[in-house]
């Protein structure tokens, strides 16, 4: 008898055992379910670059350029006579070097962003909302990724790769809710290759080569720490970020109360006075008499 009741015991804390870890698991489940704020990531003064290199610049065809230029310590660009640069082409001066320095430091501080989550493979036909999400290997890119600033105009995406990024020809990034690309970062541990005719938006902070492909246009900046980057007839317009629309302040009217308007009264006439007669009055007795 009483081997049976211990045998009860033991079940019944093995039940709440049971009970307790699989309430632990959910909890975890929950929390890692909820997708962290990713922080915000300073160029410094990598920000005014569209384009930043480190073994050079070539372009191909006419190649327009919203923002600065810059490569070093390879300092050659081939093909500069066909960009339209609006900036300044900075080649391999202080300003450049400076800029290159501050991209190192933005570049680890992608790295570094945390907690992550783990994406792998194509990123086309998502839709994600802000924060950071890490692949070990290599992302691509076809047909359209959809970034949702859900309302907050200061949201923050950063991609982190461990190798390559490769998008699709005619890959679409589109951005809804308040997304911005000066929010948008792809940090990548190797190379990047932009497919003919795609749309692609946010800085990308490469460790070697960029190559735009023909036809390219990026809303953002293409900065790569050592290795070349490769232009062919492309649009590449650094970003700014929208300055947020302040939420107007209801004008209150005051309620009025209009002043009645008196009504008018008409004054009392004067009292009348009785003339006093004039001249003679009759008596009674066929006599007459004076007025008084």
């Not at 230029?69 to 500069?80: A, L, N, S």
Request: proline share 7%; aromatic share 4%.
């Amino acid at each position: 008898m009483k081997q049976a009741k211990g045998k009860k015991y033991f079940r019944s804390i093995a039940v709440v055992a049971t009970i307790g870890l699989a309430s632990t698991g959910l909890m975890i489940s929950l929390a890692g379910g909820s997708q962290a704020a990713a922080t915000p990531i300073s160029l410094g003064t990598a920000n005014g670059f569209a384009v930043l290199a480190g073994a050079g610049i070539t372009n191909t065809g006419p190649t327009t350029i919203t923002g600065d230029i810059g490569t070093f310590p390879t300092t050659t660009i081939v093909g500069f006579s066909s960009m339209v640069v609006t900036g300044t082409n900075h080649a391999g001066d202080a300003t450049t070097q400076g800029a290159k320095t501050d991209l190192v430091t933005a570049y680890n501080a992608a790295v570094a962003e945390s907690p992550t989550t783990t994406v792998s493979g194509d990123l086309g036909g998502r839709t994600l909302v802000a924060g950071a999400y890490s692949s070990q290997t290599s992302l691509g890119l076809t047909g359209t990724l959809t970034l949702d600033g859900a309302g907050n105009a200061d949201s923050i995406f950063v991609f982190q790769a461990g190798s390559t990024l490769t998008t699709a020809s005619a890959s679409n990034i589109v951005l809804i809710n308040g997304a911005q690309s000066c929010n948008v970062f792809w940090q990548m541990g190797s190379s990047v290759t932009l497919g003919t005719n795609s749309t692609f938006r946010g800085s990308v902070l490469a460790q070697q080569s960029i190559t735009a492909t023909t036809g390219v246009k990026v809303d953002g900046r293409l900065l790569a720490s050592n290795g070349a980057v490769t232009l062919d007839t492309n649009s590449v317009i650094k970003p700014t970020c929208a300055a947020p629309i302040p939420t107007p302040t209801p004008t209150v009217t005051p309620t009025v109360t209009p002043t009645p308007t008196p009504t008018p009264t008409t004054p009392p006439a004067p009292p009348q006075i009785p003339a006093k007669p004039k001249g003679s009055v009759g008596t009674g007795d066929g006599s007459t008499a004076s007025r008084g």
